[in-house]
């Protein structure tokens, strides 16, 4: 105890440094590491979306919405006051989107129809400004809506998929006939006697 009260303040921060520097250091590159790999993967949903924001139908477009509310989760205010509300927009965007991307479309006119489908795709590049900025991109939100490249081609093969897909479905529930166009008939045989098969005779057999 008396050699204790002989060691100062100053060799008691020494101390306290020499054992919590390398235990602060790793936890500091671990809180690193998870910050790169976390705008990693918010890189990667803002890629995706942006290569697929022409069509939005397409498989990995859908899965990086759903992604979302996974990686951009906000982390609490008193953590990092300097992200929280950067990703609490984003969360905020992509909820009132899904929310209008999940409405039934089922029995509505074609009028509202193209309203809806309209502020779907506002709302969508709503949420593409939003990640942009908590990237620290600074992309113009109709820079977002105008750049997008879609073939014509590719339009009409997806239109004419769809169509084939309705149509097939509305046969295999009932709600549609499938149409046949007869152009000719077999005959019988009785009515052409040349198209019969003719008939192999037996051979004689030999007289003794």
Not at 149 to 173: C, D, F, I, S
């Amino acid at each position: 105890m008396q050699f204790l009260s002989t060691i100062e303040v100053k060799d008691w921060l020494m101390i306290s440094a020499t054992i919590l520097g390398p235990i602060l250091a790793v936890q500091a590159q671990k809180a690193i590491e998870r910050w790169r790999s976390r705008r990693e993967a918010k890189l990667r949903i803002f890629y995706v979306l942006m290569a697929n924001r022409a069509t939005q139908l397409a498989p990995e477009h859908v899965h990086a919405l759903n992604q979302i509310d996974l990686e951009f989760l906000p982390a609490p205010f008193w953590l990092a006051p300097w992200q929280y509300n950067k990703d609490k927009a984003v969360t905020s965007a992509w909820a009132l989107y899904s929310q209008t991307l999940n409405k039934d479309t089922t029995n509505i006119t074609e009028a509202e129809f193209v309203s809806w489908r309209d502020r779907c795709n506002d709302l969508f590049y709503d949420l593409l400004h939003k990640i942009s900025l908590n990237l620290g991109f600074h992309f113009d939100r109709a820079q977002l809506s105008k750049g997008a490249y879609h073939p014509t081609g590719h339009w009409h093969r997806e239109r004419l998929q769809n169509m084939v897909l309705e149509g097939a479905a509305k046969v295999l529930w009932g709600e549609q006939e499938l149409k046949m166009a007869v152009t000719a008939l077999p005959e019988a045989p009785e009515a052409a006697p040349h198209l019969a098969r003719p008939t192999r005779t037996k051979p004689e057999r030999d007289k003794a």
